[in-house]
Nanobody, 114 residues
Framework: QVQVAESGGGLVQPGESLLLSCTAS????????MGWHRQAPGKERELVAG???????HYANSVKGRFTISRDSIKNILYLQMNNVNPDDTALYFC????????WGQGTQVTVSS
């Protein structure tokens, strides 16, 4: 089993930056990929960014050029650097870890508002 916990959410103004963190624990050696999803009120959960163990990344078109996903493999922490945020980025952000099975955290709320 892998346990996942997100942190770093909060209230930010448009144009500001925010760094989300996700700590994975347990059977981390079995991790195949990690990623960030988000779910806004009334909308379906969507992929924001993904990172495989080979280092390949992919991003939703809406965040390309603004968000960066990275991982500290020693500490087993996944990051999402969010720059130049806008109100459309407001959502509950979830970290997920894939080991053949998806493992999800509880989410961290990001609110972008002036």
């Amino acid at each position: 089993q892998v346990q996942v916990a997100e942190s770093g959410g909060g209230l930010v103004q448009p144009g500001e930056s925010l760094l989300l963190s996700c700590t994975a624990s347990g059977r981390v050696a079995s991790i195949l990929s990690m990623g960030w999803h988000r779910q806004a009120p009334g909308k379906e959960r969507e992929l924001v960014a993904g990172l495989s163990t080979t280092g390949s990344t992919h991003y939703a078109n809406s965040v390309k050029g603004r968000f960066t996903i990275s991982r500290d493999s020693i500490k087993n922490i996944l990051y999402l650097q969010m720059n130049n945020v806008n109100p459309d980025d407001t959502a509950l952000y979830f970290c997920n870890v894939y080991t053949g099975t998806y493992h999800w955290g509880q989410g961290t709320q990001v609110t972008v508002s002036s």
